[in-house]
């Protein structure tokens, strides 16, 4: 795992630097737990190292996105996945690479429908979902807000 940092070597959130990982995944060698573990450290580093606010809810809902967009990577494309987790602007972006230039289209909600839900529920969790063609295949980009959208002491949500 490689750690991209601000130009004078310190990570710099505020600025928007962004602040990265990279892995690459060989298809044979893809386990989609290592890549939530991936994630999970990665957002540990932040909160340690950066100082930056890191939920549970944000934890949960990276790796649900993190299996999900390596898992239809790894099923529906050929050759290597790569995984890239970058923060700027408050946001943590999933960035999945896979060799396969057909882009993913979401299919009409359908209760009855069994499996075939993954990129409904990324929808669903991530603040946006991008999907890009390359030279070599496509990127699938997820952004998630790193700062919860609720308020703490919101009776409703329950407070401190």
């Known amino acids: 795992m490689e750690s991209v940092t601000g130009g004078d070597g310190r990570p710099s ?9 990279t892995v690459r995944l060989e298809k044979e060698g893809v386990n989609i737990a290592r890549a939530r573990d991936l994630a999970t450290a990665f957002l540990g580093r932040v909160r ?5 606010p890191v939920s549970a809810r944000v934890v949960g809902d990276t790796q649900l996105v993190v299996s999900e967009l390596v898992t ?3 099923k529906y494309a050929p050759g290597p996945v790569s995984l890239e987790l970058r923060v700027a602007a408050g946001l943590l972006e999933v960035v999945v690479r896979d060799g396969d230039p057909q882009l993913p289209v ?4 359908d209760a009855d429908r069994i ?3 993954g ?3 990324v929808k669903a969790i991530a603040r946006d979902l991008e999907a890009t063609r390359e030279p070599t ?11 919860d959208d609720c308020v703490v002491d919101d ?3 329950g407070g401190p």
């Open 13 to 21: 959130p505020l600025t928007g630097t962004p602040i990265r990982v």
């Open 48 to 52: 340690d190292e950066l100082g930056m």
């Open 72 to 74: 239809n990577a790894r």
């Open 106 to 109: 979401a299919r009409p909600a």
């Open 115 to 117: 499996g075939q839900h």
């Open 119 to 121: 990129l409904e529920i």
């Open 137 to 147: 295949g496509k990127r699938i980009t997820a952004r998630i807000a790193l700062v």
């Open 155 to 157: 009776p409703l949500v």
